[in-house]
């Protein structure tokens, strides 16, 4: 029995439109997986499928080798923090904390306490009367105090300035240090993550495109940059994953091995982002 969340030959039909098609993935082995696509890709849908809150059209999931379909032993393994408020519209935050409690014994609200007053968050508010930085961070606290075998976080940092932003990431990587659980982040902001990432998933059109560790996705991958000739020469016989020009400048994605920079042009490590853009491009150029 595989110790995961997998997703087995998932497809999603809404109306005559397939949201996921014929998915199957695996998240286990305590490590911070990068859920990324665009918006609409399916990420969204793959998670609410996975804690049964939507019904697959076709195919299954399991947990720890458990069906998570109306069994909460699998459900009580996983926590999602969604887009959407699940509690009562006259809840106030610190109820919701001792609510929460209720369906996950190892929930602390005492740390919760601490962590919004950290965040600046009224334990006294409305869940319904607060702004959308401040509903996200509510939500947040909700998934840094909950210790469950696997944190599933769907845009978290949605409406989120700066300063929390960087909070949240500082603190999700001390949970993870102090207790290793599987994470799968799931966003659209990749710049932010790339560096929390061990293994990306990427999707698109309902479909994964890719999934493999960052490490490997990444070898090989590097931006080329420099006069428009220069650069065309290097890179004729090579696999272009992208390319960008200004004036008689231009910068260009390469996949392959490459010992050192040539003469005139500047040779970086490809960031994941670019990468997972490059991606995009090929595949919409593809259809």
Same mark, same amino acid.
């Given at each position: 029995?595989?110790?995961?969340?997998?997703?087995?030959?998932?497809?999603?039909?809404?109306?005559?439109?397939?949201?996921?098609?014929?998915?199957?993935?695996?998240?286990?082995?305590?490590?911070?997986?990068?859920?990324?696509?665009?918006? *609409?890709?399916?990420?969204?849908?793959?998670?609410?499928?996975?804690?049964?809150?939507?019904?697959? @059209?076709?195919?299954?999931?399991?947990?720890? !080798?458990?069906?998570?379909?109306?069994?909460?032993?699998?459900?009580?393994?996983?926590?999602?923090?969604?887009?959407?408020?699940?509690?009562?519209?006259?809840?106030?935050?610190?109820?919701?904390?001792?609510?929460?409690?209720?369906?996950?014994?190892?929930? @602390?609200?005492?740390?919760?306490?601490?962590?919004?007053?950290?965040?600046?968050?009224?334990?006294?508010?409305?869940?319904?009367?607060?702004?959308?930085?401040?509903?996200?961070?509510?939500?947040?606290?909700? /998934?840094?105090?909950?210790?469950?075998?696997?944190?599933?976080?769907?845009?978290?940092?949605?409406?989120?300035?700066?300063?929390?932003?960087? =909070?949240?990431?500082?603190?999700? =990587? &001390?949970?993870?240090?102090?207790?290793?659980?599987?994470?799968? %982040?799931?966003?659209? %902001?990749?710049?932010?993550?790339?560096?929390?990432?061990?293994?990306?998933?990427?999707?698109?059109?309902?479909?994964?495109?890719?999934?493999?560790?960052?490490?490997?996705?990444?070898?090989?991958?590097?931006?080329?940059?420099?006069?428009? /000739?220069?650069?065309?020469?290097?890179?004729?016989?090579?696999?272009?994953?992208?390319?960008?020009? =200004?004036? !008689?400048?231009?910068?260009?994605?390469?996949? *392959?091995?490459?010992?050192?920079?040539?003469?005139?042009? &500047? %040779?970086?490590?490809?960031?994941?982002?670019?990468?997972?853009?490059?991606? =995009? &491009?090929?595949?919409?150029?593809?259809?």
């Amino acid at each position: 029995m595989k110790m995961a969340i997998e997703m087995n030959a998932v497809s999603k039909k809404f109306d005559r439109v397939y949201a996921l098609d014929n998915v199957s993935v695996s998240f286990g082995g305590n490590m911070i997986y990068g859920l990324l696509g665009n918006n *609409g890709a399916g990420k969204s849908t793959a998670l609410n499928i996975i804690t049964n809150r939507l019904f697959a @059209s076709s195919g299954t999931v399991t947990v720890d !080798g458990e069906p998570v379909a109306n069994n909460d032993h699998a459900l009580g393994k996983m926590f999602l923090m969604g887009e959407n408020n699940m509690y009562p519209s006259d809840m106030r935050v610190k109820k919701a904390f001792e609510s929460t409690a209720l369906f996950y014994p190892k929930f @602390s609200i005492e740390r919760a306490m601490q962590l919004s007053e950290k965040f600046g968050l009224n334990t006294r508010s409305k869940i319904t009367a607060l702004s959308t930085g401040y509903a996200s961070i509510f939500r947040l606290i909700l /998934a840094l105090t909950a210790d469950v075998k696997y944190l599933l976080l769907d845009e978290p940092v949605l409406g989120l300035d700066a300063q929390h932003r960087d =909070m949240f990431y500082r603190l999700l =990587m &001390e949970k993870y240090a102090e207790k290793p659980c599987t994470i799968v %982040l799931s966003t659209h %902001l990749i710049s932010e993550v790339e560096n929390l990432v061990e293994r990306a998933v990427i999707i698109s059109g309902g479909r994964i495109i890719r999934d493999a560790p960052v490490e490997e996705l990444m070898r090989d991958c590097y931006s080329v940059t420099g006069t428009a /000739a220069r650069v065309d020469e290097f890179t004729a016989d090579k696999t272009v994953l992208s390319e960008y020009s =200004m004036g !008689g400048i231009k910068s260009a994605g390469v996949q *392959g091995h490459i010992d050192t920079a040539p003469e005139g042009l &500047e %040779l970086a490590p490809m960031k994941l982002q670019d990468y997972f853009i490059s991606l =995009m &491009e090929n595949e919409e150029a593809e259809r």
